[in-house]
């Protein structure tokens, strides 16, 4: 085996066994095929990143196919948002479209199949139902409308689609075998009576199919060559394929279903249903809260389409499921980001610095670069002035030789600044530190080209000039759940394992430079973490959120 034939993944090697046994390559065709009833998340961008990359690799057309077959919970609202956010993926469909395009076709086929003694209506309750297909050990038991004549059952199937009935009063089922080995074979339902207003169809369906029995004649009427769903439909694949036979005309393609291993992320869930449920019982502040693994939460948070697609293909297509630990994820943002977030300067928990001996009315503008470490980012002008903010966290009054930032007695360096020394402090009541009282060395500004400038100290902090600063309000989430699996405890409910810190507001100071900055523009704060521009950001209010610390938790597990 060649080495390219090693990487692929197995999608690809069905693929290309299909194309080796005769598929001609200009048949292959993809599809994503999302249910619009709810917004998508991390999980589904791995379907995303596969489905749109198997085009991308067979020069092949996706159609984008909504699966909108259950008005009680689909929404345009969903619909538009899923388009966008394909979109800013970076992926690109040849067809928009949706089951519901469908509807008539699929009735007549059901017509058909009720024609030809393969599906009956069925007035059971779905209670009574249940216990007649009996458990994966147990055949199931025949329902006593299993025999009803052909006329019958067209007139009962007209009369459901004419409204006549109440919902959960009759179903179309289909007649395949009661005691097949694969329960989804044992007599599934095609149709139910649900009447409710569809966002497309408005009110001219009352019965509407089931996802079975849409799925593969969608793919089917659509020639979609191999059709590629998560691991719980491995089992539903027999039933894909009698439906399919149930129409299949020998002179079109006929799809495959293939399954993989759905993405599971630990410290959050996946199930839209409970991520719905965070939303309106109001944990999170909607479908985007930064906290949410939406695609639309992490891209508020910050996150970028590359880091997300590159996040899909080092975690790979699994035949099992398994849990990908957050870590690579952040770990993927944080190495695209440090590529191409411009460095900046804010502090968030500031102590005021007065410099002694620098003029009381004096400023200047330092030119500083965005990235001291790559070329292509440029610079913008600093300003710089008697009276800085730097980190609490960096000065201490003592501290053991291993302290490398401000304390009593020493130097550190500002960053694109001059060298300074703490020479006293002054204190609350409390005790706490509200003011540090330092002098600089007017000949070490950093590129100067002085000998002073040349002068090596250990540690180099950044500020921000208390006159020129910029207030900002400033959201440093972290993981909304504090257990590694929420929803993996069957006796206790996945809420209670809610991070009570996963937001934290705090009121900090920007450079001056950042009151330009647009929504979801991407900075490195410097020695602090990767930060995003907020949709609330105002003319009169900044908000940052904090994406990812500096520290790469992932990069440490490797080693």
């Keep these: 085996m060649s080495e390219e034939k090693k990487s692929l993944n197995f999608i690809e090697q069905i693929i290309e066994e299909d194309l080796a046994n005769g598929l001609p390559k200009d048949k292959l065709r993809f599809r994503f095929p999302p249910e619009p009833n709810g917004y998508l998340h991390i999980g589904h961008a791995a379907s995303i990143c596969l489905n749109f990359g198997l085009g991308l690799k067979y020069n092949a057309p996706v159609n984008l196919r909504f699966d909108d077959t ?7 609202e969903y619909v538009d948002a899923i388009q966008y956010d394909v979109k800013w993926l970076g992926f690109k469909w040849d067809k928009v479209l949706y089951s519901s395009n469908y509807f008539q076709q699929l009735f007549d086929w059901a017509v058909k199949l009720i024609k030809e003694g393969k599906a009956y209506v069925d007035d059971q309750s779905s209670e009574e139902m ?30 459901m689609k004419n409204g006549e009935f109440d919902e959960g009063s ?91 291993a759905r993405r599971n992320l630990s ?46 293909d080092i975690a790979g297509i699994a035949k099992r499921d398994n849990v990908t630990d957050v870590a690579l994820l952040e770990h993927c943002v944080k190495d695209h980001l440090n590529k191409t977030a411009p460095r900046v300067m804010a502090v968030l928990n500031p102590v005021k610095v007065v410099i002694t001996n620098y003029p009381d009315d004096k400023e ?12 292509g980012f440029g610079s913008r002008p600093v300003p710089f002035s008697r009276e800085i903010y730097i980190e609490k966290e960096d000065f201490r009054e003592e501290a053991n030789k291993k302290f490398f930032r401000l304390k009593l007695g020493k130097e550190v360096r500002l960053k694109n600044a001059y060298i300074i020394k703490a020479e006293s402090c002054i204190k609350d009541d409390n005790g706490e530190v509200t003011e540090i009282h330092c002098t600089y060395d007017e000949d070490s500004l950093s590129g100067s080209g002085s000998e002073a400038s ?22 440093v989430y972290d993981r909304l759940f504090s257990d ?11 809420k209670e394992f809610l991070n009570p810190d996963s937001l934290n507001t705090i009121n900090a100071f920007v450079e001056p430079s950042l009151k330009s900055a647009k929504n979801l523009d991407r900075f490195q704060f410097q020695r602090l973490g990767y930060f995003c521009v907020d949709k609330d950001t105002t003319e009169d209010n900044l908000v940052f959120n904090r994406t990812v610390p500096l520290r790469d938790s992932w990069a440490k597990m490797e080693k």
């Design 70 to 76: 259950n008005p009680t919970k689909e929404e345009q």
């Design 130 to 159: 249940a216990k007649q297909k009996g458990t994966p050990t147990e055949v199931g038991t025949n329902s006593p409308f299993r025999n009803r004549s052909v006329d019958e059952n067209m007139d009962l199937f007209l009369r």
């Design 170 to 260: 009759h179903v179309l089922r289909a007649k395949i075998d009661m005691e097949h080995v694969n329960m989804h074979m044992r007599d599934p339902i095609m149709y139910r009576v649900l009447k409710k207003h569809h966002h497309r169809t408005g009110n001219d369906w009352c019965i509407y199919p089931m996802y079975d029995w849409t799925h593969g004649e969608s793919d089917y009427l659509e020639q979609v060559s191999h059709s590629i769903c998560t691991l719980e439909f491995k089992s539903h694949r027999d039933l894909y394929d009698w439906y399919v036979d149930q129409v299949y005309d020998a002179s079109l393609l006929r799809p495959k279903q293939r399954e993989f």
């Design 267 to 312: 410290y959050t869930v996946m199930s839209k249903r409970k991520l719905l449920q965070l939303v309106e019982d109001g944990v999170v502040n909607g479908w985007d809260d930064p906290r949410m693994p939406t695609i639309s939460g992490l891209r508020r948070r910050g996150y970028s389409p590359e880091s997300i697609r590159n996040f899909s």
């Design 364 to 375: 200047e503008f330092l030119d500083a670069n965005y990235n001291d470490y790559a070329e």
């Design 454 to 475: 040349k002068r090596k100290v250990k540690g180099t902090l950044h500020w921000v000039s208390v006159k020129h600063a910029e207030k900002a309000e400033v959201r």
């Design 484 to 494: 590694e699996a929420p929803d993996g405890h069957k006796e206790k409910d996945f």
